[in-house]
């Protein structure tokens, strides 16, 4: 059996455990980003080197490595949503803070009257 199948089996086997196990907090988001990062650079410099003909072992793990791939794309899609919702809400904060800071700052004004009378 090819060895590289092998080890890009183990490595989407961890990359699946990190994406199923839960995180909590930003700093542990932080490092399982990190983690993954890792992993997929990892699984990537693998692929290269997996050539056919594959024996039916192989070709076991290649399904296996697909249904997992299945549901570590719906994770780091689930990610990517919720890194994008912290950001916005962060933006959202930083809006609000600056207005509530200087609230004439950004005044918009939509028509002006003057009085002519004397």
Do not use: W
């Not at 089996?9 to 988001?29: N, Y």
């Not at 039916?56 to 689930?78: A, R």
């Not at 904060?93 to 200087?102: A, D, E, G, I, L």
Request: net charge neutral; hydrophobic share 30%.
């Amino acid at each position: 059996m090819n060895a590289a199948v092998q080890n890009c089996f183990d490595i989407t086997k961890e990359l699946f455990e990190v994406l199923t196990a839960p995180h909590s907090g930003e700093q542990d988001r932080d490092q399982t980003i990190e983690r993954i990062d890792n992993l997929i650079d990892k699984r990537e410099g693998l692929l290269k080197d997996i050539q056919p003909p594959f024996s039916e072992k192989e070709k076991e793990l290649g399904q296996q490595m697909v249904k997992m791939n299945k549901v570590i794309d719906q994770k780091l899609s689930l990610l990517r949503e919720e890194i994008k919702r912290d950001m916005n809400g962060i933006n959202k904060k930083k809006t609000n803070v600056k207005k509530y800071s200087n609230p004439y700052e950004n005044m918009q004004f939509d028509g002006v009257y003057y009085d002519k009378r004397k």
